[in-house]
């Protein structure tokens, strides 16, 4: 199941995904959508401690709920309810939400963030976005994403290899660092 709400708008959402099997992604979701344009923007500082807090509230609830923590991924919830620049801030600061030791999914593909970014070197189509695409995922993976959300999947899988190529390198560098040798 996947609840952009971070199954808070629902309330039958945690009981019924309790009483079944599948896994979930718990999407933090600042507001309701008519609200985004009205709500506050918060500092470069306060926006991963704000949706950490936010995720965790979630993923507590799912869990008190009858939730397996097996079953649960989280997701920082690019662009819902956050501001232009509060989204590359949150990208930045996404190895903060391993804290929470549940598998972590990034959803930048096609983003409206990246357009606005791209604007001044391409219209803002699809086919603008995807370098700004390509670049997130990388920055995602690079900064502890275990899944992705995209649409432009042949060109983000190459991304996600050379970015699991970068942290296999990176890993096998402190290995030799610290005196084992890697078995490449």
Known sequence: MNDVSGFSWDERMVPTLASNDCGCVLMHTRGRPQEWRNLPPLDFGEVVPFVLEGLRHLSDRAVRAGVDRERIVVDPGFGFGKRFDENFALLAGLVELQQLKFPLLSGTSRKS????????????????????????????????????????????????????????????????????????
């Open 113 to 184: 963030f990246l357009a606005r970014v791209a604007k001044n070197l391409m219209k803002a189509s699809d086919s603008g976005r995807l370098a700004g695409t390509i670049a997130t995922v990388t920055a995602s993976i690079l900064q502890g994403a275990h899944l992705v959300r995209v649409h432009d999947v042949r060109e983000s899988l190459e991304a996600a290899r050379v970015a699991d190529s970068i942290l296999k390198t990176g890993k096998s560098a402190e290995k030799v660092a610290s005196g084992i040798t890697p078995a490449l």
